[in-house]
């Protein structure tokens, strides 16, 4: 397997920056499906209003405005007037269709601010490479395919649709307008709910494809992974010289806080514990350093070095060991065990004095 070859899932950096880059997985199928859908719907029920506004403006303007004087101001007010007209009918099917595509494309992606694809990229000014992603593309293939599936859709439902009433508009010429309007809305009705519902299908297959081409789009090679993980997390050499280096630092200050230390509690020899107290300033004993093995014999050699007192409790150095950290203060459980040690260093400290 070549090392190039994208074989592993995106990672969420991956992931984060194509989404800022406007590339997710949308399919402007199921979008137009459901904005179809919804217009039609909403022209069934406004179509009465729609036609009974249409016969009324109609008659206004044959009433009134062929009997006024032709002049540039008749004519504004007119203008205005068919422009309101439009607005009106048309307004609430825009703003119906609008809304629906907004909510569906919310559904897909969710909220998607993306200002950088309004940056103009100058590659793709590159017609060579248009041309070759128009014509030899896989995702221009499929395009196509999907482009041939809806015109023979369309047809194949148009052409049932009509055959089955065929005889009925044959029998226009001797019905009413409103009988005729009725027929051609019926028709028009049926014809639109079946294609959207196809369409919605249709749609919806495109969004399961559109998130595999996603996903397909944005894996990464392992070589890939790894520079994202070292560009994050640093290269394990540097991690680990970074690592022994705060290791380094955090042993010199512990070995520092050593000399201010009340007691070094051992077990003798395995572990080292040493906690400090001062009686006017704090209310419980901190541990100020710790070590097992040879790290707690330098410990105590720190501590004889300094004239720290060291006294020997195994259960109770091995549980301070294992239980409290560097700079952490002892837990409740282990107040009786410390105080009674503290209690015998502070009467051996008073018998030397004495």
Same mark, same amino acid.
Request: no cysteine; hydrophobic share 45%; aromatic share 10%.
């Given at each position: $397997?070549?090392?190039?070859?994208?074989?592993?899932?995106?990672?969420?950096?991956?992931?984060?920056?194509?989404?800022?880059?406007?590339?997710?997985?949308?399919?402007?199928?199921? /979008?137009?499906?459901?904005?179809?859908?919804?217009?039609?719907?909403?022209?069934?029920?406004?179509?009465?209003? =729609?036609?009974?506004?249409?016969? @009324?403006?109609?008659?206004?303007?044959? =009433?009134?405005?062929?009997? =006024?004087?032709?002049?540039?101001?008749?004519?504004?007010?007119? !203008?205005?007037?068919?422009?309101?007209?439009?607005?009106?009918?048309?307004?609430?099917?825009? !703003?119906?269709?609008?809304?629906?595509?907004?909510?569906?494309?919310?559904?897909?992606?969710?909220?998607?601010?993306?200002?950088?694809?309004?940056?103009?990229?100058? /590659?793709?000014?590159?017609?060579?490479?248009?041309?070759?992603?128009? $014509?030899?593309?896989?995702?221009?293939?499929?395009? !196509?395919?999907?482009?041939?599936?809806?015109?023979?859709?369309?047809?194949?439902?148009?052409?049932?649709?009509?055959?089955?009433?065929?005889?009925?508009?044959?029998?226009? @010429?001797?019905?009413?307008?409103?009988?005729?309007?009725?027929?051609?809305?019926?028709?028009?009705?049926?014809?639109?709910?079946?294609?959207?519902?196809?369409?919605?299908?249709?749609?919806?297959?495109?969004?399961?494809?559109?998130?595999?081409?996603?996903?397909?789009?944005?894996?990464?090679?392992?070589?890939?992974?790894?520079?994202?993980?070292?560009?994050?997390?640093?290269?394990?050499?540097?991690? /680990?010289?970074?690592?022994?280096?705060?290791?380094? $630092?955090?042993?010199?200050?512990? =070995?520092?806080?050593?000399?201010?230390? /009340?007691?070094?509690?051992?077990?003798?020899?395995?572990?080292?514990?040493?906690?400090?107290?001062? $009686?006017?300033?704090?209310?419980?004993?901190?541990?100020?350093?710790?070590?097992?093995?040879?790290?707690?014999?330098?410990?105590?050699?720190?501590?004889?070095?300094?004239?720290?007192?060291?006294?020997?409790?195994?259960?109770?150095?091995?549980? !301070?060991?294992?239980?409290?950290?560097?700079?952490?203060?002892?837990?409740?459980?282990?107040?009786?065990?410390?105080?009674?040690?503290?209690?015998?260093?502070?009467?051996?400290?008073?018998?030397?004095?004495?």
């Amino acid at each position: $397997m070549a090392s190039g070859e994208k074989t592993e899932k995106a990672t969420p950096k991956k992931r984060s920056e194509a989404r800022k880059e406007g590339q997710v997985a949308k399919s402007k199928e199921l /979008s137009s499906a459901f904005t179809l859908l919804f217009s039609f719907l909403m022209l069934s029920f406004w179509f009465k209003y =729609m036609l009974h506004e249409i016969i @009324t403006f109609t008659n206004k303007i044959f =009433m009134n405005y062929f009997e =006024m004087e032709l002049s540039i101001n008749n004519f504004h007010t007119l !203008l205005i007037e068919v422009i309101v007209f439009i607005a009106k009918i048309v307004a609430p099917l825009l !703003l119906v269709s609008a809304l629906v595509g907004v909510a569906v494309s919310y559904i897909q992606v969710g909220f998607l601010y993306t200002p950088k694809v309004l940056i103009p990229k100058f /590659s793709k000014l590159n017609p060579l490479k248009g041309i070759k992603q128009i $014509m030899f593309s896989k995702r221009s293939l499929v395009e !196509l395919i999907k482009s041939i599936m809806k015109i023979t859709i369309v047809v194949s439902i148009a052409y049932s649709t009509i055959k089955k009433v065929a005889g009925k508009f044959s029998m226009l @010429t001797n019905s009413s307008w409103a009988s005729s309007l009725n027929l051609i809305g019926d028709t028009a009705y049926s014809l639109a709910t079946k294609i959207s519902a196809v369409f919605i299908i249709l749609g919806i297959a495109d969004f399961m494809y559109q998130k595999w081409q996603h996903e397909e789009d944005l894996k990464m090679s392992k070589q890939e992974v790894k520079q994202e993980r070292e560009n994050a997390e640093g290269k394990p050499e540097v991690k /680990s010289k970074r690592r022994q280096k705060q290791q380094e $630092m955090a042993m010199s200050r512990m =070995m520092q806080d050593i000399p201010d230390a /009340s007691v070094v509690i051992t077990n003798p020899t395995h572990f080292a514990v040493a906690i400090k107290f001062e $009686m006017d300033e704090m209310d419980v004993p901190i541990v100020v350093a710790k070590g097992q093995d040879e790290l707690a014999l330098r410990i105590k050699e720190v501590a004889k070095e300094n004239n720290v007192e060291i006294v020997e409790e195994k259960p109770l150095a091995r549980a !301070l060991y294992r239980l409290v950290d560097v700079g952490e203060e002892i837990p409740l459980d282990l107040y009786q065990a410390v105080a009674e040690v503290l209690a015998y260093v502070y009467q051996l400290d008073q018998e030397r004095r004495s």
